[in-house]
């Protein structure tokens, strides 16, 4: 049941863009992704609701397709600041996030 | 208060010494939940409350593991019996509503069983 992330960790270089995926087996409601630093709490950065929309924050995006149960964040121009783990969160529905297994990402100066 | 509160922040205990857990969520917010973080692992789910019921008690590990919600605010989550692998990082977060939401996490109790 919990939605499965690819890649599970990834390096970057200051600038350099990534891409995070988010598979779920069963339907989904609604995504929502977090981001969690060493030793903190995790971090709301969106939701999406079904519908395949896609939403910014800042130079962070995120789509969702309802259909392929699957959501995927975008980093673009990665700064030192976006090191952590990202985690997605799935709602089938229900009151229930679930989290997936989270992709730990570095970025390098 | 403004974020989700958790205590202790940091817990040691004894094998099969009992715990508790404390989560003061936002005000307002309807919807708590408790997960659990191994070291270096994702968030497990262990119990959502909406108010003071918890439709959803499937993620707690054992019979050892109980929570409770009062007055729609304050939730205590119980171990029994601590065991070793009960070790992890116990995270609270509360929204303002169930299903599509922004939670709040609070910064979490870590738990050590020695």
């Known amino acids: 049941q919990q939605p499965v992330q690819s890649p599970q960790a990834v390096i970057l270089r200051e600038g350099e863009d990534a891409v995070i995926n988010c598979s779920s087996s069963?339907?989904?409601?609604?995504v929502h992704w977090y981001r969690q630093k060493h030793g903190e709490a995790p971090v709301f950065l969106m939701i999406?609701?079904?519908?395949?929309e896609q939403k910014g924050h800042e130079k962070i995006s995120a789509s969702f397709n309802e259909k392929k149960q699957q959501s995927s964040l975008y980093l673009t121009a990665s700064q030192l600041s976006y090191s952590g783990t990202y985690f997605c969160?799935?709602?089938?529905?229900?009151?229930?996030?679930?989290f997936g297994t989270g992709t730990r990402l570095k970025v390098l100066a | 208060g403004a974020g989700v509160s958790q205590s202790p922040s940091n817990k040691v205990t004894e094998k099969g010494k009992d715990v508790e857990l404390r989560c003061d969520p936002i005000?307002?917010?309807?919807?708590l939940y408790w997960y659990r973080q191994s070291l270096g692992q994702g968030l497990e789910f262990l119990i959502y409350?909406?108010?003071?019921?918890?439709?959803?008690k499937s993620g707690l590990p054992s019979d050892r593991f109980s929570a409770e919600r009062t007055g729609g605010s304050v939730s205590t989550l119980t171990i029994q019996r601590t065991q070793q692998e009960d070790s992890a990082v116990y995270l609270c977060?509360?929204?303002?509503?169930?299903?599509?939401?922004?939670?709040?996490f609070g910064q979490g109790t870590r738990l050590t069983v020695v």
């Open positions: 969160g799935t709602g089938s529905g229900t009151y229930k996030y679930i």
């Open positions: 409350f909406q108010g003071n019921s918890a439709p959803d």
């Open positions: 999406l609701l079904k519908g395949g």
């Open positions: 977060a509360s929204s303002p509503r169930s299903g599509a939401a922004e939670a709040f």
């Open positions: 005000s307002g917010h309807t919807a």
């Open positions: 069963k339907a989904l409601y609604s």
